[in-house]
């Protein structure tokens, strides 16, 4: 599997924010690893955790000061990521058989929030925080 880069096409224009996002592309790259050499991802789940309590809520403060017309619909699709955070963790701790999952499952949706979300959603706010 290829290695994420980022690109400066994905600069939604405030840099904390971009770091945030690389962190995320981090996230994705070490899951991508750890799936290549076979390696448990048990630290993932915290490190998601870790991810959207910063930057959801930094990124919903900065939109929330200016008054950014699209805040209620960027923090239900925030809502829905934090919903599928916790069925995933369910899952994980419940389910022995979850675990064998959750790597595939994890990469899935993380690559599709960077394509969906980061890339499109966010870009609708570049510019206007």
Known sequence: MSKLEWKESWSVGYNLL????????DIINRVKASQEN???IDW????????????????EEMMHI???????????????FVEWLNTVKFS?????Q?????????????????KN????????YKGKL
């Not at 979850?98 to 960077?114: F, P, Q």
């Open 38 to 40: 076979n390696k448990p």
């Open 18 to 25: 971009n770091e945030d996002h690389m962190v995320l592309i």
């Open 66 to 80: 200016v008054g950014y017309s699209g805040f209620d619909e960027h923090v239900k699709e925030h809502r829905s």
């Open 92 to 96: 994980f701790n419940n389910n022995p």
């Open 98 to 114: 979850a675990k064998r999952y959750t790597a595939d499952t994890v990469l899935d949706y993380l690559e599709l929030w960077l």
């Open 44 to 59: 993932v789940l915290q490190d998601l955790s870790d991810y959207v309590d910063l930057h959801f809520s930094r990124e």
């Open 117 to 124: 979300h980061i890339l499109h959603t966010d870009m609708n």
